[in-house]
């Protein structure tokens, strides 16, 4: 391809600068890490839904993973296939302590982490604010915003060093309320704020960040939600065909290989079978 003169070669090592001049710049950084080892990434929420199947599909393209939430044995069952490339870090999201022991006791092989993706997450309730539980709310608060700053936090040198991305998993329920969405969808608002936020506090580190936004996708999402209600959850995605887990790992590991002098903001994804209804009219 020829750009405005240049070859390909060569217009790859240029960019313009904020005052417009044409710079020559470094190379986009390789796609395995300088060591020439594969790169490392962390997912939280790797024992179910979005976050297993995204910790699948980056461990079968060659990354060492580490792979985190409470239920160990599901965490082992994943780890398996791959003993060298896999570790498995099982804490509660919520316990900033346990975070700290985690990333304390990471073998030498998985210290530096070039992609964090932030899924660990749920929705707890369907109720409407009068009548809803204080305790779900403050879970969702807990896990879906103080875990997910908590370990951001303690990852961030790290992913400096990097020059590493992160990947945090918001929800269309940030952007569109819904009656009973309260608490859930003001959690992931701030998620997707605090992407912004986080992209212009890492300006000039090389850190990118995204903020990936699906509408209704079929996973133990709604189960957890309904407090174990399998019928519940069934009758939500009857005749639907939601977004699945696969096809939000695909997203993140098309984020993931993208070259390093491109930051996606943010990706909203519905599956067709949903779309927004406008507002709701209350007549006296
Ligand atoms: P799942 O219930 O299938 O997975 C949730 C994951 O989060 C599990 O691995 C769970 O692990 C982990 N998790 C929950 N609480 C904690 C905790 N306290 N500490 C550590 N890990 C925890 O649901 P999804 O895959 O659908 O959800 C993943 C993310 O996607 C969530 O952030 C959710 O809000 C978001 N999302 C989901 C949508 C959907 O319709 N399904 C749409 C948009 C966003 P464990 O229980 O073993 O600890
Ligand atoms: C999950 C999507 O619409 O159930 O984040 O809130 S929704």
Redesign the pocket.
Known sequence: MIVAGLSAESSDNFHTSQSGYLLQSQPALPRIAMNNHPKTAFV?????????AIAQRLLNEGWRLII????RE?LEALAAAFPERCHVAC????DSAAIDSALAELPENFANIDLLVN?????LGTATAPQADLVQWRQMID??IT?LITLTHALLPRLVTSRGLIIN?????ARYPYPGGNV?GGS?AFVSQFSLGLRSDLHGTGVRVTSI????????????RTGGNQAASDALYAGVT??R?EDIAEQVAWIANLPAHLNINRIETMPVNQSLAGFQVHRE
Not at 216 to 224: C, G, I, K, P
């Open positions: 939280t929420g790797a024992s179910s839904g979005f976050g297993r985190s939430a409470r239920r599901r804490f509660d999201i919520r899924n660990a997450g749920l929705a896990t879906n875990g998993i918001s929800s269309t329920a859930y992931k936004e699906p509408g209704m996708a079929e996973t133990e999402f709604t189960l957890v939601p977004i887990a």
